[in-house]
Structure formats: structure tokens, C-alpha cells
């Protein structure tokens, strides 16, 4: 069984306090499929051009990410971000979206995909999200991200996909603009009365909390000695998270999920997303090891017991 993971497949500009990179691989799927690569077999959904590199279709491939959900436009130039980071890299400024390929971003899911039963939404335009969700045939469990710009421009879209999902996952500022409440406790119940049954608000190095109805778990971030770059680290918290529930075959019963399993899952996602800032873009990847993601998952362990 697999996860099916939909967004942007990209290249990124990055410039941080510790050095300045002005293109490499980047793009949400690509984080999520990566971190969830660990723990569950991924299937990516995406549109790139044909600039778009053998040594970086190869990074996938060589994680056992299925790539034949993965258009090439002939003559395409693949989406393109770049951004530049704050003296203590909390704030983060876009320089450049060239959407490209991307702007007429149309997801067809190939057969092989349609009966999976894990779904994994990333961030793009919410009616995309529920088409490729009315693609799925058997699909079990659905989880999903979004941005300020869909919250503001297609609010009502978005709350149409949101009620299909079992969670919803995104930081402070989303959850307070998506839910009109400053305080996080209000913000989130009001956002689980909009349909999902678990939300996950991340809170950048603070960590993140996980909701749903009557209960909640509030998970630190991880105490990095030292952040390269931040980009895609809320990605690939979201990689771990699913990517753990799907890897142990969870999914919702009667409308609820295991809250014991979500929690490790939240524990694993914010696992994933301190790794994602030790090197430059995807660059921690290339040999982080599933002994180092255990190594980690019980150091967050032994400094929470109480
Ligand atoms: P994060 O740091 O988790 O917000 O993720 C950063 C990644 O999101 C980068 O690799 C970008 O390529 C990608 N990205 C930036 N803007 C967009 C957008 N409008 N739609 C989809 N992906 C985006």
C-alpha cells in the first residue's frame, strides 16, 4: 500500500545566513515524498519540464518514490521559487514564483495510482485538490496542506476540500486566518468544525500541535545546534506524520483515529522536518539513514518524559 503525493515538484533559489544556493531541487512534493519515502513506498503526482535533471529524477527513483505520475512537458520550464531568509531565518521573504509548467497544472492520476488508499494533498490550488481526490477509487485516508493565498483568494473552494479531509495540516498564521481566532485552542476548534478530524498546527522551530475534538498534544521542535535552511522543513514534518501512518497501515475507524498513533506520528514529523534544516534543500537526504530517524525519534522521547 502506498501514499499518493500531489504538489509542486520544483527548483529553488535559496539564500539563507549560511550560504546562498540559486537553483536546486526543491518543491513540496518532492519534500513530502522524500520524508515519508522512509517509512511507506510514495507514488508522486507532479508536472516538471524538460529541464528538468536525470541526477534529480534519479534522487527519487533511487528512494523508491514511483515516478509515473510525474508529467514532462516537451518544451516546459519547470516551477521556479526562490527566497531569501531573515539574520534568524524565522521570517522569509518570496524574491521569485515563476509558475511555469505549474500554472496549467492539471493532475491526472495514472490507474496504478487510483485505488491506493492514502492520499497526501499538498499545497496547491484547493479545486485541484478535489479532483484529484474524486480520482482516487478507494481511497481511505486523506490529509492535506494549504497557504495564505488560497485561504484569501479561494476561501470557499477550499473549505469545499476541507470537508473531505481526515486532516488538515498548517502553521499559526494559516490557522488563524483560515479560522478569523487569534488564540490557538479557539482557532482550532473552530477549524475542526469545518470537517477534518484531526489538524495538525505547526509552529515552526516551536514545534507543533496536534487537535481533534477533546483532545490535543503539543509536541516541542527539535533543539538544532544549528539551521542551514529552512525551506521545506514544514514539508517534510508533513512527510513523516503520513508517511508513519500510512507505513503502520492506520486509518480512520468510525470517524476517529488512534490518538496514541497520531501523536508518534507528530513525533516523527517534526523528527523529519529538523533533519530537512541541517543541510541545504534536499541535501540531507542524499544519506540520512532510518537508524538516524530512530536515533532521533527517541532523544525527542527521553527530553519530553516527565
Ligand atoms: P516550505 O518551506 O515548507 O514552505 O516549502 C518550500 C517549498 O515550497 C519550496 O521548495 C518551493 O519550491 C515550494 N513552493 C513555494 N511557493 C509555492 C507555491 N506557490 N506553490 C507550490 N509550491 C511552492
Redesign the pocket.
Known sequence: MSLVVV??V?Y?GVETPHGKVDRML???A??ISLAASYFTPVKIVAVVGDDFAQADVDLLASRSIDLSGLERIPGGKT?F?SGVYSADMNDRT?LR?DLNV?ADFNPKLPPSYRSEPFLLL???QPALQRSVRAQMTGVKFTGGDT?N?WIDIARPELLDAIREWDFLLINDSEAHLLSGEKNLRRAAAKILEMGPTALVIKRGEYGAVLFSKGSHFVAPGYLLEEVFD??????CFAGGFFGYLAGKGIEPKSGSIDFAEMRRAVIYGSVMGSFCCEKFGVDRFRDLTREEIEARYREFQACTAF
Open positions: 504538489g509542486s520544483a529553488d526543491g518543491g513540496a518532492t519534500y516551477f521559487w518570496t514564483t505549474f499538498g499545497n496547491i497557504m493565498l529552512p525551506t521545506g522543513a514544514g514539508d
